[in-house]
């Protein structure tokens, strides 16, 4: 069980729930800026842990630092003021969900980070984003209008509406990630990848980032198109999905990506299989293109002859089908 664990580690939010799920049972046991103060410090070891020696950045880990922590700073810096007497456990639920909704809303700003940090981006954790989200804001809306009701519940009905729910709402997530899991190593294709890569006039924009397939273990950046996204969905939405990213990193409202191929990695071990979607992203003029760092476009003798620089696998794999769409689009693509 162990062995599954780590090597799925990607994929369990287990590792970010588990001090979460622990700081709000605590706070109905111990003194609230202390059970804050040591949940903070968790929070914060294990993503610096997994930053650094697994060159990973676990969102849920990230989510407990900045929410544990920001409620942790209020109770500290400022008493009772922002987090009156009774409340720890709402607010903290509120903090929490206000950095999942950032996550939904706006997924580029944790995917920026693992590529400035150059961490692995093979997941999003968006699904239980989700369900924090939804859950915690209509457990947070019951509790307004309760708060107005006198005499609705019991004591203890009221105490558990208020600090049970809390609990049961990332137990639930964590739960959902593990049958996720399960699911996942039956079918293989829950998680898809999407790859995106610019072209122009029969060339490629090649960017560094690190390898997601976890064999570069030092870190060290390798040469690859310019987009890759875990997608996690079914395989006839991510044209939109790959739509939507376009727009990010092309000025142009007037192209698309192209789908140009659909296919499965075949590593020694099957049980790491995952689907992948190909798109070009074929631009009239460079700067079309938005400033990026690190990238530039090449051509494909030059990444066929060099053997200095290191390509990701993935891209070497892919490169006929890539030269033959580019080419393609050179010779015929004012006629679309």
């Known amino acids: 069980m162990m062995k599954l664990i780590l090597k799925y580690r990607n994929k369990i ?11 709000l049972i605590c706070l109905h046991f111990f003194q609230n800026t202390i059970v804050l103060g040591i949940g903070f410090a968790v929070c914060v070891g294990l993503l610096l842990y997994g930053i650094i020696r697994l060159k990973d950045l676990n969102f849920f880990l990230l989510l407990g630092s900045v929410g544990i922590g920001a409620c942790f700073a209020l109770r500290l810096f400022t008493g009772y003021e922002f987090v009156p007497l009774g409340s720890i456990t709402p607010i ?29 981006n093979c997941f999003s954790f968006v699904l239980e984003a989700k369900t924090i989200v939804i859950l915690s804001a209509l457990h947070l809306t019951i509790l307004l209008f309760v708060d107005h009701i006198d005499h609705l519940f019991s004591e203890d009905g009221s105490f558990f509406l208020m600090y049970g729910i ?25 998680y898809s990848l999407v790859r995106i890569a610019v072209v122009h006039d029969g060339k490629i924009y090649l960017k560094q980032r690190n390898d997601c397939t976890g064999n570069d273990t030092e870190g060290t950046p390798v040469w690859d198109i310019a987009v890759e996204s875990p997608f996690e969905g079914p395989l006839d939405k991510s044209n939109e999905y790959a739509a939507r990213i376009a727009k990010k990193i092309c000025t142009s409202k007037h192209i698309s990506p192209r789908l140009i191929l659909r296919y499965t990695t075949t590593p020694s071990d099957a049980d790491t299989r995952q689907r992948v979607s190909l798109y070009i992203l074929p631009l009239q003029d460079k700067d079309e293109l938005r400033k990026a760092t690190e990238g530039r476009f090449f051509s494909f003798d030059e990444i066929n002859e060099t053997a200095v620089r290191r390509y990701n696998p993935a891209l070497l794999s892919e490169l006929d089908a890539l030269q033959m769409a580019a080419e393609m689009w050179q010779t015929f693509g004012s006629a679309d």
């Open 13 to 23: 939010v287990s590792l970010g729930l588990l001090p979460i799920i622990a700081t």
């Open 92 to 120: 903290l639920e509120l903090l929490l969900l206000i950095v999942a909704f950032i996550h939904i809303t706006a997924p580029e700003v944790y995917k920026e980070l693992q590529e400035r940090l150059h961490l692995r």
């Open 166 to 190: 809390p609990v049961i709402i990332y137990i639930l997530c964590l739960v959902i990630n593990v049958v996720g899991i399960h699911l996942a190593l039956q079918e293989n294709f829950r």
